[in-house]
């Protein structure tokens, strides 16, 4: 349940969701379309989890559905260095969205513009006042980095799902090193997290911490409306794939990056330069360098301070996602 003295609720947050539909993705979007405080200011589409043209539809999809105002801009289709590796299919389903029906009827048109020009045109418009969240490969943050480099100093801030860091045992879910996200461009995620606005990093090392579980679902499904029904309907197969590791429920990823954006308090991060392996054996490996050991100088020295979460309040980050459906009941 959210608490009346939330802080969050009282000032609007701009929000450009960049995402790529996606099971736990489309639960973000609904949390962020259903969280009081969010102005969502535009929906915008990478390849990642499905090729391009589908997580678009899903997007236009997912807007209809929930009667969502926010424009939805279509994006990159492969990394900057061109390459689109398979779908995992055997995780979001064929659709991208747990192969639940879509009906592609009288969907609305995207954007005349690409991802990274609207993004570039948004924040020109509110200079300082936009949170970019990122939950997919940061193809489109780093497309709008190059064409317009004035646009780091105009951004509020920066919030990612991706990267694992190997704290508390959480390594990779793709390689035994690089998060899904990262080693899908990690070219890209390198030049984001070096560029001069402040990222905060939500990796897996503390999204694993976090599981909607069956009691959640049940509430979700009992209770949470139209958007608890669908997040259960998509999840399935989810749920399923996260079976297979003896996990009784599916991790949050994306929907725990939109939680970080609404209340970091729940979060405790550190600080320090991020790089991520762009090719070898590690490629798409995020590393922060420790400023507490001395290193001779090299890679690291000349990129920016970046935030990485490090902990998090598991239970009261459930509880939002949950109660931010269901206002009206006690927490768990
Ligand atoms: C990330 O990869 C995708 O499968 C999810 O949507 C999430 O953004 C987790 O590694
Ligand atoms: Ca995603």
Not at 175 to 179: D, F, I, S
Not at 189 to 197: N, R, T
Not at 223 to 242: L, P
Not at 298 to 308: F, T, V
């Given at each position: 349940?959210?608490?009346?003295e939330?802080?969050?609720?009282?000032?609007?947050?701009?929000?450009?969701?960049?995402?790529d539909?996606?099971?736990?993705?489309?639960?973000?979007?609904?949390?962020?379309?259903?969280?009081?405080?969010?102005?969502?200011?535009?929906i915008?589409?990478?390849?990642?989890?499905?090729?391009?043209?589908?997580?678009?539809?899903?997007?236009?999809?997912?807007?209809?559905?929930?009667?969502?105002?926010?424009?939805?801009?279509?994006?990159?289709?492969?990394?900057?260095?061109?390459?689109?590796?398979?779908?995992?299919?055997?995780?979001?389903?064929?659709?991208?969205?747990?192969?639940?029906?879509?009906?592609?009827?009288?969907?609305?048109?995207?954007?005349?513009?690409?991802?990274?020009?609207?993004?570039?045109?948004?924040?020109?418009?509110n200079?300082?006042?936009?949170?970019?969240?990122?939950?997919?490969?940061?193809?489109?943050?780093?497309?709008?980095?190059?064409?317009?480099?004035?646009?780091?100093?105009?951004?509020?801030?920066?919030?990612?799902?991706g990267?694992?860091?190997?704290?508390?045992?959480?390594?990779?879910?793709v390689?035994?090193?690089?998060?899904a996200?990262?080693?899908?461009?990690?070219?890209?995620?390198?030049?984001?997290?070096?560029?001069?606005?402040?990222?905060?990093?939500?990796?897996?090392?503390?999204?694993?911490?976090?599981?909607?579980?069956?009691?959640?679902?049940?509430?979700?499904a009992?209770?949470?409306?139209?958007?608890?029904?669908?997040?259960?309907?998509?999840?399935?197969?989810?749920?399923?794939?996260?079976?297979q590791?003896?996990?009784?429920?599916?991790?949050?990823?994306?929907?725990?990056?939109?939680?970080?954006?609404?209340?970091p308090?729940?979060?405790?991060?550190?600080?320090?330069?991020?790089?991520?392996?762009?090719?070898?054996?590690a490629?798409?490996?995020?590393?922060?360098?420790?400023?507490?050991?001395?290193?001779?100088?090299?890679?690291?020295?000349?990129?920016?301070?970046?935030?990485?979460?490090?902990?998090?309040?598991?239970?009261?980050?459930?509880?939002?996602?949950?109660?931010?459906?269901?206002?009206c009941?006690?927490?768990?």
């Open positions: 349940m959210l608490s009346a939330n802080p969050a609720r009282s000032r609007s947050l701009k929000v450009i969701f960049d995402t539909p996606g099971v736990d993705d489309a639960a973000a979007l609904l949390f962020l379309n259903a969280y009081p405080s969010v102005t969502l200011l535009g915008t589409t990478v390849f990642g989890n499905a090729d391009i043209d589908t997580v678009t539809r899903n997007a236009l999809y997912l807007k209809k559905r929930f009667a969502i105002s926010a424009p939805v801009a279509r994006g990159a289709g492969a990394s900057l260095s061109g390459e689109a590796s398979l779908p995992p299919v055997h995780v979001h389903g064929q659709n991208g969205i747990g192969d639940i029906v879509v009906d592609q009827s009288g969907l609305p048109e995207p954007d005349a513009r690409a991802a990274h020009r609207f993004i570039i045109d948004m924040v020109r418009a200079p300082g006042e936009i949170t970019l969240l990122a939950v997919g490969r940061m193809t489109n943050l780093a497309l709008a980095l190059r064409e317009a480099p004035d646009i780091a100093s105009l951004v509020r801030n920066v919030v990612i799902m990267g694992a860091f190997s704290l508390a045992g959480h390594n990779g879910n390689t035994p090193v690089a998060e996200n990262m080693i899908g461009d990690p070219l890209a995620a390198d030049e984001v997290f070096g560029a001069a606005w402040p990222v905060t990093a939500i990796g897996l090392d503390v999204t694993r911490q976090i599981v909607m579980g069956p009691a959640e679902l049940d509430r979700l009992a209770h949470g409306g139209e958007a608890g029904r669908f997040i259960v309907d998509t999840s399935r197969g989810y749920r399923a794939f996260h079976a590791f003896g996990i009784d429920g599916y991790y949050v990823h994306d929907s725990t990056a939109a939680v970080y954006v609404v209340d308090s729940l979060f405790e991060v550190r600080s320090g330069p991020v790089r991520v392996a762009t090719d070898g054996v490629v798409g490996q995020t590393i922060q360098r420790d400023w507490g050991i001395p290193y001779p100088p090299g890679e690291w020295d000349m990129a920016p301070d970046q935030k990485i979460a490090v902990s998090v309040d598991a239970n009261r980050v459930l509880g939002m996602l949950v109660g931010t459906h269901i206002p009941l006690p927490a768990l």
